[in-house]
């Protein structure tokens, strides 16, 4: 299978629903390394759900947190990292990512991240009266960040995840043997 053992670490990026975790750990898997995803991470170093963080400390007090976790994720060799959705807001995260790896931003529509979240209460900034509004609001506000930080940009619209994540690593893997001849 091409780029089943490519070199770095991959990180993606984008906004919640667009698949960072699914095809993160599809991506892992065909390419031998170990995958992460922040807010996981973040739940198991201090024990409490993101959404109970949140309505502790806010936002502020979770992107600190979440800052102190990707610069210890990004500092580990052979990952693929499925980052929040907000990660890439703090310019120490996109410095982090842009150093340690090949960044990866997975892109859907409004539409389709809606319809994927619209159910999920585990969403903090989404448990508002017009959750689709926020996502609107979000897409507008990070898509030029995503973008200016990707090495990749992948719509995740119609393809199943495996397909997805096939056709990424054989674009990384397109991408790797440029740069080594």
């Given at each position: ?148 930080l990707a090495d990749l940009v992948v719509d995740t ?25």
């Open positions: 299978m091409p780029g089943m053992n490519l070199p770095g670490n991959f990180f993606l990026v984008g906004l919640m629903g667009a698949g960072k975790t699914t095809i993160g750990r599809s991506l892992a898997r065909l390419s031998n390394k170990t995958f992460y995803d922040a807010d996981h991470e973040i739940e198991a170093r201090t024990g409490v759900r993101v959404p109970i963080i949140f309505e502790i400390e806010g936002e502020a007090g979770f992107r600190a947190r979440e800052v102190e976790t990707i610069r210890a994720l990004t500092a580990l060799n052979d990952i693929v990292l499925a980052t929040g959705g907000g990660a890439v807001l703090n310019p120490a995260n996109r410095e982090c990512l842009r150093k340690h790896g090949f960044v990866i931003y997975l892109r859907a529509s409004v539409e389709e991240l809606y319809q994927r979240t619209r159910q999920d209460k585990n969403r903090p900034l989404l448990q508002t009266a017009n959750p689709r509004a926020k996502l609107e609001q979000l897409y507008t506000e990070r898509d030029p960040i995503y973008r200016e619209g119609r393809q199943g995840v495996q397909q997805l994540a096939q056709s990424i690593l054989t674009e990384l893997s397109q991408r790797h043997d440029i740069r080594s001849s």
